[in-house]
């Protein structure tokens, strides 16, 4: 492995389509978005805690998004020979390239003893697609499962990268078995580079597989006889539409006389990194949120402690200040400054409900809690205890007031599954357990994952992933139909809704005017009394 080049990657293409140009300014500006739901009311005593959930959204265009680099690293030993196995990673692969813009870059590593790099990263011009669909077609099973070998060759193939700004790093990792040769937990994947599993069949190590994506990446389980093409395309669909990279949101005291935020005592992202980790924090906090597909949210709940109130009469109080901060297109960190959140100090506690965003968010994060809690006692034969907790889970359910929310009718499908995968040891080991791990693995990153079955629980599914599903659905059909690229999918968004492009920069100078505004009106009232 020492004489195999890894800096050998093609310099990329540039775009040259106005949907897929990279833009520098206006169109950098509102790529990402926050929006609190919280009461507006707080007593005036010390230590009041206002709970606060922030949706950090991304906008719904793809215009402009990053260029993606994938470094595929795919099991070839020889129990991918069962079932057409192979012949069928073989069709998913060829959707993937197919897929690709010219100017995405596209790497295959192949292992079973040992790892091969069978290309660098090339550009996926017509001669790239070919190269990538040849080396596909030759492909051959045999031999045992060294995942670690191929998951280093592929972290060697990002890292080695001579051209890497404005672009995505990415790696999917694919197997069917048990590692024979080597442990791929002992690899160190950096926090910058996503890795996602696919883990195909009940003869997987599930437990392998979800513990390397714990750096941003998702645990996807595809069933013996499962669609791989299906599962493919809902990976791809997120890769081919990032517009937002290296996201942070920054939690800070408002820089105004009126600030009467004390601390913030409890940030709670689900899978992704606080810094600094440990609260309460009497000045900053940095959430690290990554990469976002093209309409994704991410939901943080945050406490906040406030100060004793200044005065028994009623008045508005600053409480959070709030950032989001990314790189543009050249690579350079911008940060923007959003919101400052205020509440009506007053004497007596809110007679009000927590709004119902925040209950639904809250009633999520204890549906997820429910489902690992039973996976660990269906881990211990205990499926009678298991089905319990997942019926305790299900009563918490009818408990919610937003009903007709369509994430609560999936959350009931996603137990009702669960509970069907425990009515046997054997079945729940098959496909009730990495059913349950891909559940995990979903709620915790707040992305759509496969549980076996790509059409069954949509949460989290982006409308691009809602497409590249249809699509992949009349390739399995007929895969010798032409596939529209992503530039393609691009352009037929923007023809349906010509000003998404714009409408997320223009969202935010109206907003920055309106605090402007704001904040001239408390100087000239402040003025006034005095």
Do not use: C
Not at 170 to 190: F, K, L
Not at 378 to 404: F, H, S, T, Y
């Amino acid at each position: 492995m020492s004489s195999v080049r890894f800096d050998d990657d093609e310099k990329p293409i540039i775009a040259t389509s106005n949907e897929e140009k990279q833009n520098v300014g206006f169109t950098d500006v509102g790529k990402a978005s926050v929006k609190a739901e919280y009461l507006k009311a707080a007593p005036l005593e010390k230590g009041t805690v206002v709970q606060v959930l922030l949706d950090v959204s991304a906008s719904s265009t793809t215009v402009g998004r990053a260029a993606l680099d994938l470094v595929v690293v795919l099991d070839v030993s020889g129990s991918m020979g069962d079932d057409g196995k192979l012949d069928r990673l073989k069709n998913a692969m060829k959707f993937v390239i197919q897929k690709l813009s010219p100017m995405d870059r596209l790497s295959i590593v192949t292992f079973n003893n040992t790892a091969t790099k069978q290309s660098g990263l090339l550009a996926m011009s017509d001669t790239g697609k070919d190269t990538q669909a040849r080396t596909i077609n030759n492909l051959v099973h045999g031999g045992g499962t060294n995942i670690k070998a191929g998951l280093e060759t592929g972290l060697k193939i990002i890292a080695s990268r001579q051209f890497s700004v404005g672009r995505t790093g990415n790696i999917i990792v694919m197997s069917d078995g048990q590692q024979n040769d080597g442990d791929a937990r002992e690899v160190t994947v950096p926090s910058s580079v996503p890795v996602y599993t696919l883990s195909f069949g009940k003869g997987t190590d599930h437990d392998l597989m979800r513990a390397i994506t714990k750096n941003n990446g998702t645990f996807n389980a595809i069933p013996d006889n499962g669609d791989v093409t299906a599962v493919f395309s809902q990976l791809l669909a997120g890769l081919l539409t990032v517009v937002v990279r290296s996201l942070q949101l920054i939690l800070s005291k408002p820089r105004t006389l009126d600030n009467e935020l004390d601390s913030i005592t409890k940030v709670e992202p689900g899978d992704y990194k606080v810094e600094p980790k440990d609260g309460p924090y009497t000045s900053t906090v940095t959430v690290v949120l990554d990469e976002l597909f093209s309409g994704e949210v991410r939901k943080v709940i945050v406490d906040l402690s406030l100060l004793e109130g200044q005065t028994p009469d009623e008045y508005l109080a600053d409480i959070l200040e709030i950032a989001v901060s990314y790189p543009d297109s050249n690579d350079v960190r911008q940060t923007f400054r959003g919101q400052v959140l205020q509440v009506t100090r007053r004497d007596g506690a809110p007679t009000s409900p927590l709004p119902r965003p925040l209950q639904l968010e809250v009633a999520r994060r204890q549906h997820a809690d429910s489902i690992s809690k039973a996976r660990s006692l269906a881990d211990a034969d205990n499926l009678d205890g298991a089905r319990e907790k997942l019926m305790e889970a299900q009563n918490a359910l009818e408990d919610i007031v937003d009903q007709a929310n369509p994430m609560v009718g999936m959350l009931k499908k996603e137990l009702q599954h669960l509970m069907d995968f425990m009515e046997s040891k054997e079945l729940y080991q098959a496909e009730g357990r990495p059913y349950a791990l891909a559940s995990e693995s979903s709620h915790a990153s707040q992305r759509f994952t496969a549980r076996g079955d790509v059409e069954g629980v949509r949460l989290f599914a982006t409308p691009r992933m809602d497409t590249y599903l249809e699509q992949a659905k009349e390739y399995t059909k007929d895969p010798t139909k032409p596939l529209p690229t992503a530039e393609e999918d691009t352009k037929q968004e923007v023809k349906a809704n010509p000003t998404a492009a714009i409408a997320a920069p223009i969202a935010f100078y109206i907003q920055s005017a309106i605090q402007a505004l704001q904040a001239i009106e408390k100087i000239i009232t402040a003025t006034a009394k005095a």
